[in-house]
């Protein structure tokens, strides 16, 4: 893992991110330097407060939008060995409304940064691919889905990500840069922002802790894998050494639905008041679950958060939240 090497420069793009940030997290823990980029749009400061309160000159943060020029110019001077690639426009919806923006973001982006990596010699690309878009809609008899099972996304994100994928190896053979292609599942945890794209279960923990009624679009017998952060933090730090040249599920091989998940934060959340259903949303898929076993040959990684104690921590994190604010108010 990249704990057994000496401390080195990285750089996380999206770093401040619910993702990306508990990864920083990590690669400071572990004595590396950390670069961030993010432009701010949908990360924030707040879940680099920890960080910045503890890393001193191991963590510097650059306000700057992966799009630019300018971040290949950042990277080639800040010459990273390692960067982490999480910045995205990362909601499914957004995408089919704009697909334009979507792959401006996602594509153009991804090759500022791969050009930025040429120039700065570094050694690994870890790109957050994902698994619930990569794949569109398999079969029962398909699930949990291999990374063998061919490459066929519903939704403009999906087809950007593998589009970032087929760079990534484009890149490899060209010019020597190593990859290794994280397809995550759901992830979720208490960073996650309950008014943000793509946080079912920030959003469900939130809207229960303060009382409103939880909409579940379709008839919620929709499944997904939901992998907690901080388990796909750990397969980050395991790919900046591992898995060369591959893509490698991020998930738990168990599908959850979304009524079982509805119940799950409900029980945490101790109400047993019953969601409100709207429409089903275009561009989505019905079932999805990954097969984590490549990760497990090749990263030595497995996840290991049970989903109720995942759904715990973050409905604990929204009470506080909210107990807070409320205090504010009051006074």
């Known amino acids: 893992m990249l704990q057994e090497l000496a401390a080195m420069r990285t750089m996380v793009t999206g770093g401040a991110g619910f993702i990306g940030s508990t990864l920083v997290d990590r690669l400071l823990a572990e004595g590396h330097e950390v670069d961030v980029i993010d432009d701010l749009s949908t990360g924030s400061l707040a879940n680099l ?5 503890v890393a001193g000159r ?11 020029p300018e971040t290949s110019d950042l990277i080639a001077r800040r010459r990273p060995k390692v960067i ?6 990362a909601d499914v919806r957004v995408s089919v409304m704009d697909p334009v923006l979507d792959a401006d973001v996602n594509v153009i982006g991804s090759l500022r940064v791969l050009e930025g990596a040429r120039a700065a010699a570094t050694e690994r690309v870890v790109f957050a691919a994902s698994g619930g878009t990569l794949y569109g809609e398999s079969d029962a008899g398909e699930l949990p889905v291999r990374e063998s099972q061919p490459h066929r996304p519903l939704s403009p994100y999906g ?12 890149y490899r053979e060209l010019h020597a840069l190593e990859f290794c292609a994280l397809a995550l599942a759901n992830v979720y945890g208490p960073r996650q922002d309950p008014h943000g794209e793509a946080g079912v279960v920030a959003i469900f923990a939130d809207a229960l802790v303060r009382g ?11 499944t997904r894998d939901y992998v907690y952060v901080d388990d796909v933090v750990d397969a980050f730090a395991r790919a900046a050494t591992k898995g060369g040249g591959l893509v490698c599920n991020i998930g738990t091989g168990i599908e959850t639905s979304v009524n079982d998940l509805y119940h799950a934060i409900a029980a945490a959340a ?11 949303r275009n561009g989505e898929v019905l079932r999805s679950c990954l097969d984590p076993s490549r990760a497990q040959i090749h990263l030595g990684w497995r996840p290991w958060t ?5 759904v715990a921590a973050v409905v604990e994190t929204a009470r506080r939240r909210y107990d807070a604010t409320r205090g504010a108010t009051l006074h």
Do not use: M, N
């Not at 982490?84 to 426009?89: E, G």
């Open 159 to 170: 087809v950007s990500k593998k589009s970032v994928i087929d760079y990534l190896v484009a």
């Open 58 to 68: 191991s963590l510097t943060i650059h306000q700057l939008d992966v799009r630019l």
């Open 306 to 310: 049970l989903l109720s104690d995942g």
């Open 270 to 280: 101790g109400t047993d008041a019953d969601p409100v259903h709207a429409p089903a």
């Open 49 to 53: 407060a920890e960080a910045r309160a």
């Open 84 to 89: 982490f690639h999480l910045a995205a426009q």
């Open 212 to 222: 409103e009624r939880v909409h579940i679009f379709g008839d919620g017998h929709q």
